[in-house]
């Protein structure tokens, strides 16, 4: 069921966020003027091609990002209170405890020397330190049953080595469930795993936030899955939202060329098998020499020459048909898709 945003303020509110990245005489910008929000129990999915700033998004929530990139404006409230603002100690109280993390690839993110059950533990020790070792192996053992694993007992015993792709995966998520957190960040939690396993991972962690109530962000360049588990899409590009709105308004009525690219290059079970697949033109952008105007001009069929799109940064404009959905494009009116060409994939 999608939350109901009029009841109460969002969970997670992104304005107007900037981060940069140090290079020599200067700095480059990989994050533009990002604003969404999250609420309580939704799902939303952020979208786009490698290097389009997905990752650094989620890393400037946890406070993760690398050395030389940095937040350089813009404000990250969380339940109320803006995280660009808490110093260390507070952010470390707060990350894994009430924000927590899925990262990509679990073969790096767990400890290859401990078992299962010790890293779960350490999570829990750290953020409760009143349990007793007894409760502690319990409350794991309940966070790997949300994950999925019904073998609690004997997974808590074995070593990252000892397990599938998927089942460390799902080791992840049962960390990041093991405090309860109200918000879970996933960056591509599904990238390494088979179509299968990946349909399992999901389906756990759309499971486990139903039972908790946790509000997920799922970083994705995968459409598919937007589709099946998102209540809300952002779509990214150069750095920027290009468009956003209701899962099922963005597909069936996509008003950004990226998005219907996006969209047009993905087989449906209607698509006609004699058929080339629709690929999008050129190459994704590079941050050092990004066009003037609109980052995805060079790419986009709409432009033409046509003067606003060289000279000018697109804003978010709103549908007047469907609340909440907005596209930075300066034709947006002039797209339509082909009748039911998004409807196979809106799956929820």
């Known amino acids: 069921m999608m939350p109901d945003h009029d009841i109460s303020p969002p969970l997670l509110e992104v304005k107007g966020l900037n981060v940069m990245i140090a290079v020599k005489g200067g700095g480059r910008r990989v994050v533009a003027d990002v604003s969404f929000t999250v609420a309580r129990g939704e799902t939303l999915c952020i979208v786009g091609e490698s290097g389009s700033g997905k990752t650094l998004t989620a890393l400037s929530l946890m406070s993760l990002l690398p050395p030389r990139i940095s937040v350089v404006g813009g404000g990250i409230m969380y339940n109320g209170r803006d995280l660009l603002t808490l ?6 109280r707060l990350n894994g405890d009430e924000i927590a993390m899925v990262f990509q690839d679990p073969m790096s993110s767990l400890n290859p020397v401990l078992t299962v059950g010790r890293q779960i533990a350490e999570s829990i020790s750290r953020h409760q330190p009143s349990l007793t070792r007894a409760q502690r192996e319990s409350r794991a053992e309940q966070a790997l049953a949300l994950a999925g694993i019904s073998r609690g007992a004997d997974i808590m015993r074995r070593h990252p080595h000892q397990l599938s792709g998927g089942l460390c995966q799902r080791v992840l998520i049962a ?15 599904t990238t390494a795993l088979d179509v299968t396993v990946q349909a399992q991972v999901m389906s756990s962690m759309r499971d486990a936030c139903e039972q908790t109530g946790a509000a997920l962000l799922l970083i994705t360049h995968d459409m598919k899955l937007v589709a099946r588990y998102a209540h809300r899409v952002a779509v990214m590009y150069a750095g920027r939202i290009v468009e956003q709105g209701d899962v099922q308004d963005v597909f069936r009525s996509p008003r950004h060329p990226y998005t219907r690219a996006l969209l047009g290059s993905i087989p449906g079970l209607d698509t006609d098998v004699h058929r080339e697949l629709e690929a999008i033109a050129g190459e994704p952008p590079d941050f050092a020499r990004l066009p003037s105007g609109c980052a995805f001009r060079p790419r986009c069929t709409l432009c033409r020459n046509r003067t606003p799109c060289a000279t000018e940064v ?33 799956c929820r």
């Open 175 to 189: 960390i990041a469930l093991a405090n309860h957190p109200r918000l879970i960040i996933a960056d591509e939690p």
């Open 314 to 346: 697109p804003q978010p404009r709103a549908d007047g048909q469907a609340p909440g959905h907005v596209s930075a494009c300066h034709f947006a009116d002039e797209l339509s898709l082909p009748a039911g060409a998004g409807r196979i994939f809106v």
């Open 87 to 92: 110093d260390a100690e507070s952010r470390e």
